[in-house]
């Protein structure tokens, strides 16, 4: 017997019917729907699928990775890790921003049953196209009954098919707790998209969503809930940028509270788009690059450990972040004089621009050993010199002052 | 603590690796390469980088034909010694099914068992593929591009457009090793818009 032979005489003796059932053909898909039910999420900017979930048993379809993986890229650049859809696009919501909004009028509506969505699931997962499903809808008619479904869908994918890839659901403006509980037994993240960084910001996109009952008594729910049972990747949300004339500050301010109150994994932030045939057709877009210097805000506070009041800073009068990096900006507020890499904490090294939590600690390990005597050094540890040059001084020398108030 | 098990594989993977780096590597400990200024360290680290990424990438941008329940096989180039590595990995993922990954000359054959992980090098892909599917006795191929595809085409935002970010986070060599078609088609006719 061949080699060849023996490993598939073992697939032959395998208990193990990995594929249940029997995977269909592409041409049993319905295509279209895939293509309508995906373009509605693809503002929801959430790629990860990172969890630190432990695989266990070989009876099973699939795994996790603590790491995440990207299985693709569009001509955006953007992640595409998951099969992420909607279940229907029929919504009882008037969102100002959303093409599925009621206020748009009559759209045809198409929806998944939890058996073909599982389909679609397995088959994209199991040819390694995705890392598992995101799952979102429109509220329906009845959002209980839409959250029925997207239970059921899952529990179907995780129960029935013993699916142990990756899965985020979305959980809709006004589930009942036990719905929420019933979701964190089968997900490794679930989210509730704020939207908006307000009450009063809400009510200036829609008139049907209440803000404190439905959205935020709701991650109450999924904060209070998953702290005792096992939310392996956490829950998250998003925001809109700019669909309510709201300024970075507001946002950056609503980010800090869903960190501290709600304790959420993530923020995001997408920036709006207006869509035709929407109320908010007529607005203008937003630039990527705000919702990118939103980003970086949110990096220093959550990675580097700044404090909000530092970052503050890097906001103008208006209340807008400017457009370059605000860690720049908050360097010349906080730093009042050039840093001794050899004898400066780790948290002030964080504060010079171009040097990362990664860099910093290389710096602090390495002067331990060796005094750091050229600039080279600090390339090899991870400076970006170009960038933290105005800011750093090395043997007493430093850069001119012009140089560090012109970076 | 020495050097991990994971990163010394993943240097001897490197098809650039030298008797010298193995040496070195197998001295140091895991911090020495975090704070590595010297140049044989910094190209220890390199190296090990390198591999690293072909591998997660190639997790990544593999894709999956079937033959019944039993077999999956899907076109890998990489550039480094790192095919058992990634057969191995999915054997893991998909439990009793052969993952068959390669190429015109070579090939990777894994599957995982209630005893472990059975791995085999074989021939070019094509007939590595034949010979098992002969054994199997399957005969129908099912594959899910045009599903990928409808769905790939949905998540592009065109006001989002930006090649150059594509092309660093999927770049030529990557979708070339791990034969995306689709991926390149949709590329293409992205850049013929903006000409």
């Given at each position: 017997?061949?080699?060849?032979?023996?490993i598939a005489r073992l697939a032959e003796e395998s208990k193990y019917d990995v594929v249940r059932p029997e995977m269909d053909s592409e041409e049993e898909f319905d295509l279209q729907k895939v293509s309508i039910l995906g373009e509605g999420t693809k503002h929801d900017v959430c790629a990860s699928t990172a969890t630190p979930r432990i695989v266990k048993g070989i009876d099973r379809i699939g795994s996790v990775s603590s790491a995440?993986?990207?299985?693709?890229?569009?001509?955006?650049?953007?992640?595409?890790?998951?099969?992420?859809?909607?279940?229907?696009?029929?919504?009882?919501?008037?969102?100002?921003?959303?093409?599925?909004?009621?206020?748009?009028?009559?759209?045809?509506?198409?929806?998944?049953?939890?058996?073909?969505?599982?389909?679609?699931?397995?088959?994209?997962?199991?040819?390694?196209?995705?890392?598992?499903?995101?799952?979102?809808?429109?509220?329906?008619?009845?959002?209980?009954?839409?959250?029925?479904?997207?239970?059921?869908?899952?529990?179907?994918?995780?129960?029935?098919?013993?699916?142990?890839?990756?899965?985020?659901?979305?959980?809709?403006?006004?589930?009942?707790?036990?719905?929420?509980?019933?979701?964190?037994?089968?997900?490794?993240?679930?989210?509730?998209?704020?939207?908006?960084?307000?009450?009063?910001?809400?009510?200036?996109?829609?008139?049907?969503?209440?803000?404190?009952?439905?959205?935020?008594?709701?991650?109450?729910?999924?904060?209070?809930?998953?702290?005792?049972?096992?939310?392996?990747?956490?829950?998250?949300?998003?925001?809109?940028?700019?669909?309510?004339?709201?300024?970075?500050?507001?946002?950056?301010?609503?980010?800090?509270?869903?960190?501290?109150?709600?304790?959420?994994?993530?923020?995001?932030?997408?920036?709006?788009?207006?869509?035709?045939?929407?109320?908010?057709?007529?607005?203008?877009?937003?630039?990527?690059?705000?919702?990118?210097?939103?980003?970086?805000?949110?990096?220093?506070?959550?990675?580097?450990?700044?404090?909000?009041?530092?970052?503050?800073?890097?906001?103008?009068?208006?209340?807008?972040?400017?457009?370059?990096?605000?860690?720049?900006?908050?360097?010349?507020?906080?730093?009042?004089?050039?840093?001794?890499?050899?004898?400066?904490?780790?948290?002030?090294?964080?504060?010079?621009?171009?040097?990362?939590?990664?860099?910093?600690?290389?710096?602090?390990?390495?002067?331990?050993?060796?005094?750091?005597?050229?600039?080279?050094?600090?390339?090899?540890?991870?400076?970006?010199?170009?960038?933290?040059?105005?800011?750093?001084?090395?043997?007493?020398?430093?850069?001119?002052?012009?140089?560090?108030?012109?970076? | 603590?020495?050097?991990?098990k994971r990163d010394l594989e993943l240097l001897k993977a490197n098809r650039r690796v030298k008797k010298e780096d193995i040496e070195l590597a197998k001295k140091i400990e895991k911090e020495d390469l975090h704070t590595a200024t010297d140049e044989s360290l910094l190209r220890v680290r390199g190296l090990i980088r390198e591999a690293g990424r072909e591998m997660h990438n190639m997790k990544g941008f593999v894709r999956f034909k079937?033959?019944?329940?039993?077999?999956?096989?899907?076109?890998?180039?990489?550039?480094?010694?790192?095919?058992?590595?990634?057969?191995?990995?999915?054997?893991?993922?998909?439990?009793?099914?052969?993952?068959?990954?390669?190429?015109?000359?070579?090939?990777?054959?894994?599957?995982?068992?209630?005893?472990?992980?059975?791995?085999?090098?074989?021939?070019?892909?094509?007939?590595?593929?034949?010979?098992?599917?002969?054994?199997?006795?399957?005969?129908?191929?099912?594959?899910?591009?045009?599903?990928?595809?409808?769905?790939?085409?949905?998540?592009?935002?065109?006001?989002?457009?930006?090649?150059?970010?594509?092309?660093?986070?999927?770049?030529?060599?990557?979708?070339?090793?791990?034969?995306?078609?689709?991926?390149?088609?949709?590329?293409?006719?992205?850049?013929?818009?903006?000409?």
């Amino acid at each position: 017997m061949t080699n060849l032979e023996k490993i598939a005489r073992l697939a032959e003796e395998s208990k193990y019917d990995v594929v249940r059932p029997e995977m269909d053909s592409e041409e049993e898909f319905d295509l279209q729907k895939v293509s309508i039910l995906g373009e509605g999420t693809k503002h929801d900017v959430c790629a990860s699928t990172a969890t630190p979930r432990i695989v266990k048993g070989i009876d099973r379809i699939g795994s996790v990775s603590s790491a995440g993986i990207c299985h693709s890229f569009t001509p955006d650049g953007r992640c595409v890790s998951l099969f992420k859809t909607l279940y229907t696009n029929k919504c009882s919501q008037d969102c100002g921003y959303c093409p599925n909004s009621s206020s748009c009028g009559e759209n045809k509506t198409i929806s998944y049953t939890p058996e073909e969505l599982a389909k679609v699931t397995l088959s994209l997962y199991q040819s390694n196209y995705v890392e598992g499903l995101f799952l979102s809808s429109g509220m329906g008619k009845d959002e209980d009954l839409i959250m029925e479904s997207l239970i059921e869908s899952v529990r179907l994918l995780r129960e029935d098919h013993k699916f142990q890839g990756y899965i985020h659901l979305k959980v809709l403006p006004g589930t009942s707790k036990d719905y929420i509980k019933r979701c964190i037994e089968l997900v490794d993240r679930l989210s509730l998209n704020i939207e908006t960084c307000s009450e009063s910001r809400m009510q200036e996109v829609t008139s049907t969503k209440d803000y404190r009952y439905d959205i935020l008594r709701r991650q109450r729910y999924i904060r209070d809930l998953s702290e005792k049972m096992d939310l392996p990747a956490g829950h998250t949300t998003q925001t809109i940028v700019g669909a309510s004339g709201e300024n970075d500050r507001e946002i950056f301010e609503s980010m800090l509270r869903e960190y501290r109150r709600m304790k959420i994994k993530r923020m995001y932030f997408s920036s709006f788009t207006p869509v035709e045939r929407t109320e908010f057709e007529d607005k203008e877009n937003v630039s990527t690059g705000r919702e990118h210097r939103l980003y970086q805000t949110d990096w220093l506070f959550r990675v580097y450990g700044f404090e909000p009041r530092e970052i503050i800073a890097a906001f103008d009068e208006h209340g807008f972040l400017p457009k370059k990096d605000p860690k720049i900006e908050i360097a010349r507020h906080v730093l009042d004089e050039a840093v001794d890499p050899n004898e400066a904490s780790k948290e002030r090294l964080l504060r010079v621009p171009g040097i990362g939590p990664k860099s910093a600690s290389r710096i602090v390990r390495a002067r331990k050993e060796k005094e750091i005597i050229k600039r080279r050094e600090l390339a090899k540890f991870g400076v970006v010199l170009k960038r933290a040059r105005p800011f750093l001084k090395l043997n007493g020398w430093k850069d001119t002052t012009l140089d560090r108030w012109m970076t | 603590m020495s050097l991990p098990k994971r990163d010394l594989e993943l240097l001897k993977a490197n098809r650039r690796v030298k008797k010298e780096d193995i040496e070195l590597a197998k001295k140091i400990e895991k911090e020495d390469l975090h704070t590595a200024t010297d140049e044989s360290l910094l190209r220890v680290r390199g190296l090990i980088r390198e591999a690293g990424r072909e591998m997660h990438n190639m997790k990544g941008f593999v894709r999956f034909k079937h033959m019944g329940k039993k077999l999956k096989y899907g076109y890998m180039k990489p550039e480094h010694h790192i095919g058992f590595m990634i057969s191995e990995w999915f054997a893991n993922r998909f439990p009793g099914v052969v993952i068959v990954l390669g190429n015109e000359k070579e090939s990777w054959v894994s599957i995982r068992t209630e005893k472990g992980v059975e791995s085999e090098e074989s021939e070019d892909i094509k007939s590595t593929v034949e010979k098992l599917a002969d054994v199997l006795g399957l005969e129908t191929e099912k594959d899910f591009q045009g599903l990928w595809e409808n769905y790939y085409k949905s998540q592009y935002a065109d006001e989002r457009k930006n090649i150059e970010l594509f092309e660093k986070n999927m770049p030529a060599k990557f979708r070339k090793r791990a034969r995306n078609i689709t991926e390149n088609r949709f590329y293409e006719k992205t850049l013929d818009e903006l000409e």
